[in-house]
């Protein structure tokens, strides 16, 4: 595939993201790497398929520990086979139905392929060939098979259900609950099976399975992000899952948000889809922290750092009502360098973009306060795991403080001495000067006794010449 001149000049512009993904590619190291010399066929054209189906999800799978590796690559082309299924209008309701709502059995009959998609959906072959995820699903442990089962079961299920609200009611989003609910089904169910899986193998803390409210915020987050970024498509496409609750108080219909004169009402309408969204983001955060293995760090914490960007690309952006926006490949390639060395540098990933959305933010926006909020909590949270002043570190410096204060006044109460001591010196030295100067004087024949009396007289400046005369008389002793 040839290279765009306007990728070319766009990372002339940017060489901070060239660089990047010059980085990645040369430096990147795996933590776990597949072998395809040990898969069979079968496996091997599974592979095939997953890297056809998703370039991103396919890349950090393929680095997964090896007893995650094959479960996980099943787990997303399972549920990548009923999305297939779900989001192809060509299929009537009644087939589509029953196909959901069975495919948990689908997966374990050998042989089962479809080949009643539409022409021109994109993973029609995934499914025109799924024998072979058939073979390799039923190789995997029991334990495994049950917990994909059981997902791909509640989903088909609620896809099922949306798909018949959909089919009778445009709107059938209608509320924020209803987007919830389908986003529950389409994602929030993936992490649910996906934290199962990583309890299973012992690669994760086993409480997050007590915690659900972050196992499906983990896919809720992904979900909504993907929602407010395909607007147009899905609006092209005539679909729509932008909740009625949200819309419905800027415009009258959904499609004048698409309308050039009401992109002011439509950013409006998008601050409040991303401020839902940014509600998951502390969640998130919290949830990674319980993942003790690194590839399984890194396979979950690469799509929440690209959703968090993918926020701020979206966020008062008029280009959303008017093509598809992403973050780019070279911004890409960067958040993931970040964000596969650890928890810690991964907050400080969702602290930045956080603070973007906060900068972006606007008080035209009636949602203005209440996003300033979400950033602030976004940020508080992460202080709370890492506080930006350690107190080691303020510990430290106080006690330099303390000891630079105690020299400081040691060293003002030696000046003080020394100037006290210097006065003395000074008026000691005056004194001896004075008495040497008087003595030489008197020695000389001074009349220190006319100059007393003189003074006594009241007789400060010097006398006139009548005045000298008259002191001489005064004081002229004949015998002398």
């Not at 590796?69 to 082309?77: I, K, R, S, W």
């Not at 021109?120 to 098979?145: A, G, I, S, W």
């Not at 917990?147 to 509320?175: L, P, R, S």
Request: glycine share 4%.
């Amino acid at each position: 595939m040839g290279v765009r001149a306007a990728d070319i000049l766009y990372y002339i512009i940017h060489p901070n993201e060239l660089k990047a993904i010059a980085q990645w590619y040369t430096w990147h190291e795996a933590v776990h790497e597949r072998d395809p010399a040990k898969e069979g066929l079968s496996l091997e054209i599974c592979f095939k398929f997953l890297i056809q189906t998703s370039r991103s999800f396919s890349a950090v799978i393929q680095e997964l520990h090896p007893e995650l590796l094959v479960p996980v690559a099943l787990f997303y082309l399972i549920l990548r086979g009923l999305d297939t299924i779900e989001d192809d209008m060509t299929i009537p309701l009644n087939q589509k139905d029953a196909l959901l709502r069975d495919f948990h059995n689908i997966i374990e009959k050998d042989g089962w392929n479809f080949d009643g998609n539409g022409p021109m959906e994109k993973d029609r072959e995934l499914l025109v060939q799924f024998q072979n995820v058939v073979v390799e699903f039923k190789k995997l442990k029991p334990v495994y098979r049950e917990i994909i089962k059981d997902i791909a079961q509640k989903m088909g299920n609620g896809m099922a259900d949306c798909a018949k609200k959909a089919e009778h009611n445009v709107d059938w989003v209608n509320t924020i609950e209803d987007y919830n609910v389908y986003c529950h089904y389409v994602a929030g169910l993936v992490g649910e099976g996906l934290t199962s899986l990583f309890v299973e193998s012992k690669l994760a803390n086993p409480i997050l399975l007590e915690r659900k409210h972050l196992q499906v915020s983990m896919g809720l987050f992904l979900q909504k992000v993907n929602i407010i970024r395909d607007v147009h498509e899905d609006f092209e496409d005539k679909r729509r899952f932008w909740p009625k609750e949200v819309w419905s108080k800027y415009v009258d219909n959904f499609e004048d948000l698409f309308r050039p004169e009401n992109i002011d009402t439509a950013m409006n309408c998008s601050s409040e889809m991303v401020l839902n969204a940014l509600t998951h983001a502390d969640e998130c955060m919290f949830y990674l922290a319980g993942l003790k293995e690194q590839s399984v760090f890194n396979f979950s914490a690469i799509p929440q750092s690209m959703a968090i960007a993918t926020l701020d690309v979206v966020f008062r952006n008029p280009n959303l009502f008017r093509r598809n926006v992403k973050i780019t490949k070279g911004q890409a390639c960067q958040l993931m360098m970040e964000s596969t060395q650890n928890h810690k540098v991964l907050c400080e990933v969702f602290r930045k973009f956080a603070k973007k959305i906060h900068k972006k933010n606007t008080p035209k926006d009636p949602n203005f306060l209440k996003i300033s909020i979400a950033c602030g909590k976004i940020e508080q949270f992460i202080e709370s795991l890492y506080p930006s002043q350690d107190p080691k570190e303020i510990a430290k410096r106080v006690a330099a403080e303390q000891e630079r204060s105690t020299v400081q006044k040691a060293q003002a109460d030696e000046a003080k001495s020394d100037t006290i001591y210097m006065l003395i010196a000074v008026m000691g030295t005056l004194l001896v000067l004075s008495t040497i100067m008087i003595s030489i004087a008197w020695l000389c024949g001074a009349r220190f006794d006319v100059a007393i009396s003189e003074l006594r007289r009241g007789k400060l400046g010097p006398a006139n010449s009548h005045d000298a005369r008259e002191a001489i008389r005064r004081y002229d002793h004949g015998e002398l």
